[in-house]
């Protein structure tokens, strides 16, 4: 592919279409941003342009890329996907943001190589440099975790804490609603592409996944590591054992950030996760707005 075929007139997003952001929304496209080896290739060769371009034209043989991603990049990061992720943002007024971007949370290089290389946007851009709490759980909550995910979620909210979830549903969406019910802002991290949903004001939604490609297993497994990255904590409500929440958890104490858990008053299949969670790191029990603030 060559970088400089297509027009940075594609439409207004905020970002500079230069070669290198270009490069970054072609390998997102092919569903590798975030992929070590990929971030090792491009150190070894230069830079995102001079790394894809090396994979297109055989060059990339100092770099152990699996069959599976140089196929991936040579099939899929091409000029036309990258034209079509343009139009999509500029329709939809999306942001496309790297790391050279004043506004890319700083906060993402806690996941080293696995850091994306380009996040997509709509919304309050400035919400991701303030602090965050990510609130997450399993999609079907009992009774007693919806009240806790609305006392947790309106209660940091008016303590000025941005509330960070994803977009499954149960706690997690319970959250995001909760806080936004109080005006507070929120940061929604999303495993498919944004696609024009309409983002309230004091709120930001993101994505590593371009707006044009399909939801993988892949993308909801990295949308829960972004989800701990961008938060200055996690608190798991409640989850099973086969909970999302638990990827959450789990990528957030691989960061030493602060993890809690919710205690719980039963042993149901939907808390299962999360109490063993709590007993193989120690969690700390949350019992009130007030230890979620004071979670370190």
Do not use: Y
């Not at 790297?98 to 400035?126: C, E, I, K, N, Y």
């Not at 602090?131 to 009992?142: E, K, S």
């Not at 996944?209 to 993308?219: E, H, L, M, Y």
């Not at 042993?267 to 996760?273: D, F, I, R, V």
């Amino acid at each position: 592919m060559s970088v400089n075929s297509l027009s940075p007139s594609m439409g207004t997003t905020s970002c500079v279409l230069d070669d290198d952001t270009i490069a970054r929304i072609a390998l997102a496209c092919a569903g590798v941003s975030g992929d070590p080896t990929v971030a090792i290739g491009i150190n070894i060769l230069g830079g995102p342009v001079a790394f894809v371009a090396a994979v297109h034209d055989g060059r990339d043989r100092p770099v152990a890329l699996s069959h599976l991603v140089r196929q991936r990049i040579r099939a899929l990061a091409s000029a036309k996907r990258v034209a079509d992720v343009l139009r999509s943002m500029s329709r939809n007024g999306g942001h496309v943001l790297t790391p050279r971007d004043v506004q890319w949370p700083s906060q993402l290089s806690a996941l080293r190589r696995s850091a994306p290389l380009v996040l997509f946007a709509q919304g309050d851009m400035a919400v991701l440099e303030l602090p965050a709490v990510a609130i997450t759980g399993t999609a079907d909550p009992t009774a007693g975790a919806i009240h806790m995910t609305i006392e947790l979620a309106t209660g940091l909210a008016d303590r000025r804490w941005v509330i960070a979830s994803g977009m499954t549903q149960g706690v997690d969406q319970l959250s995001l609603s909760a806080a936004a019910a109080m005006r507070g802002r929120t940061i929604t991290v999303a495993a498919e592409g944004l696609l024009g949903t309409e983002v309230v004001d004091g709120s930001v939604r993101i994505s590593e996944s371009p707006p044009t490609n399909a939801v993988t297993v892949r993308g909801q497994h990295r949308a829960k590591q972004l989800l701990a990255a961008i938060a200055t904590k996690t608190i798991v409500v409640e989850a099973g054992k086969s909970s999302g929440a638990l990827r959450t958890a789990e990528a957030a104490i691989s960061m030493n950030r602060p993890v809690g858990t919710v205690a719980q008053t039963s042993m149901s299949k939907t808390a299962a996760g999360s109490i063993d969670l709590h007993l193989r790191h120690s969690m700390v029990r949350i019992a009130s707005v007030k230890d979620a603030d004071r979670l370190r």
